[in-house]
């Protein structure tokens, strides 16, 4: 066990030189950090929200938007498929989660019109398992006098809500991620609530307003048949209605959309040739390039309502069709307006609206004394370790101390390859594997101790308690090991998952340097030293 060749010797001293690399970038200022290359200078532990501060946001998805939206997606749909099969109907309605209607013809029609709208019901998925769950999102039932109804399930609802929350979860990752801003933390709360935490933004309105707008974009005409006014005091027709732009000033525009923003390939903030004024351009796919290029064919002339979330931005008047795929959005737009729109198209439009349940911003200055309150800790632990090891152990002892910085700079050295966030509980996780990592040479120096007490010689001892001690050691992290992966796994919060990491990464790094660095150390020690007696 003392015999080392220089292949592994080197592998070892490889591994704590990398280690030791890639750790220097935390401790060196940033203006001398900045100089290293760019792949070192790159690896450094990223900070928690509550050590970097930054925002917090705990955001919920709209279920009764979901509801109505769903509800209005299937009236579109039973209007479509009974009139695809010329199926003759009245008083299409919804109420709540049901859509009703009457058959013009009830008794002949009826089976028809119930067969036909089965159609439309789809089975509902399990997301965890992928599998049908049996039910169905739609329930289609007939009453008297030709009466139909088809219902929107509870299960099915709930199945969109929760894909809802995927999909919502995806695209704030997105938009985050275009801020620049580094590691944010987003993750499910529950069956309809999303955490939002971003180190390092001290800015939570713009994130606010970042998250808050579904950014669903439509090109739509506006309709002149009667001027929005009479419409709003009146009725307006029935294919149109009222929305407002970001003036208040309301414009009639059709309901019909003529290009949706899913067709949007691109956006990017830019100023206008004449006037330097903030824009923004857009770039569609072939299929909106032709939609677009069709609608400014037809409605040269005619105003053109660029709609984000039922307000417009702008309604300029066409002048000429557009028929390259490219256009620009012209709103009076401040530069970040501009910015933030773009990312708001580029990243997607979220699936439902986002209300915010909850919100707050952690100072750097909060973190800042965690920080120190955290190396206080570190450094009384590792003090304290440090006088009982050499007390206790003399010579070996500080065998183990050398091992134990090699061993928190190991941390720190994977942390930062990892691109991990270091939080709190984080810091707690570094102070307890200190302990655990002299415990294993704790183990491994009292076996050398009762292999000396039944008379073996010094070499012959340390080989024997090295021998001895390795199970005890294994046996003691991998248990470890297992309970780290299931914090991680099934820890759920931030904070929880943050210490599981650091006590993951702990563990590993102990079995490498109190077992394998410190056996290496002592043999080199044997080798030249050639004891007769044991220092321990």
């Known amino acids: 066990m003392l015999h080392f060749s220089r292949f592994k010797a080197a592998a070892i001293l490889g591994i704590t030189f990398l280690g030791i690399l890639f750790a220097l970038p935390n401790v060196l200022p940033n203006s001398v950090a900045q100089s290293l290359p760019h792949w070192l200078a790159s690896s450094r532990v990223t900070l928690g929200l509550d050590l970097q501060g930054g925002s917090h946001i705990l955001l919920e998805v709209d279920g009764a938007a979901l509801r109505k939206e769903r509800a209005e997606q299937v009236r579109d749909e039973v209007r479509r498929v009974l009139r695809e099969a010329r199926i003759g109907y009245t008083g299409l309605v919804i109420r709540d989660t049901t859509v009703q209607l009457r058959l013009r013809d009830g008794a002949a029609d009826t089976e028809k019109a119930v067969t036909e709208l089965r159609k439309l019901a789809t089975p509902v998925t399990n997301t965890l398992l992928g599998t049908s769950s049996g039910e169905m999102d739609l329930t289609v039932s007939s009453g008297t006098e030709g009466q139909v109804s088809v219902t929107l399930t509870e299960a099915g609802l709930n199945a969109r809500v929760r894909s809802a929350v995927d999909q919502s979860i995806e695209i704030i990752r997105r938009r985050i991620d275009q801020l620049g801003t580094v590691e944010p933390n987003i993750q499910r709360q529950g069956a309809d609530r999303i955490l939002v935490q971003v180190p390092g933004l001290q800015d939570p309105q713009r994130l606010k307003a970042l998250l808050g707008k579904t950014a669903k974009l439509s090109f739509r005409m506006v309709d002149q048949s009667m001027s929005p006014q009479q419409a709003a005091e009146g009725r307006p027709p029935p294919d149109s209605e009222v929305l407002r732009g970001q003036d208040g000033m309301p414009y009639l525009v059709e309901k019909q959309v003529r290009v949706s923003g899913e067709d949007l390939t691109d956006a990017q903030p830019g100023f206008e040739q004449q006037g330097g004024q903030p824009i923004v351009t857009f770039r569609f796919n072939s299929n909106g390039a032709r939609r677009f290029a ?3 064919q037809d409605a040269v002339g005619r105003p053109f309502a660029i709609v984000l979330d039922n307000q417009v931005i702008s ?3 066409i002048r000429e069709p557009i028929l390259g795929g490219a256009g620009q959005i012209s709103g009076n737009f401040t530069v970040q307006q501009a910015n933030d ?3 708001l198209l580029r990243a997607g439009a979220l699936p439902a609206p986002l209300k915010v349940m909850e919100e707050r911003t952690v100072g750097p200055s909060l973190g800042q004394d965690s920080i120190e309150a955290g190396k206080t800790a570190a450094y009384v632990a590792a003090g304290l370790v440090a006088v009982f090891m050499v007390a206790v152990y003399g010579l070996f002892g500080l065998f183990a101390l050398v091992a134990l910085v090699v061993h928190i700079t ?8 990892l691109g991990a966030t270091l939080t709190l509980p984080g810091i707690a996780g570094v102070v307890l594997t200190i ?4 415990d294993s040479n704790v183990v491994i120096f009292e076996r050398i101790r009762d292999e000396a007490r039944e008379g073996r010689s010094a070499i012959s001892a340390i080989d024997k308690g090295f021998v001895n001690a390795l199970g005890t050691i294994l046996d003691a992290n991998i248990t470890s090991l297992a309970t780290g992966v299931i914090l991680f796994l099934l820890g759920g919060s931030g904070p929880v998952r943050g210490f599981a990491v650091t006590y993951i990464l702990g563990l590993l790094t102990t079995v490498f340097t109190a077992y394998t ?20």
Do not use: D
């Open 410 to 417: 190991l941390m720190f050295a994977l942390q930062s390859v």
């Open 341 to 343: 729109l773009a990312i």
């Open 517 to 536: 660095l410190t056996r290496l150390m002592i043999a080199w020690w044997v080798k030249w030293q050639r004891p007769a007696k044991l220092p321990i």
């Open 315 to 317: 309604a300029p008047v």
């Open 435 to 438: 302990g655990m990592a002299v």
């Open 294 to 296: 069709s609608t400014t």
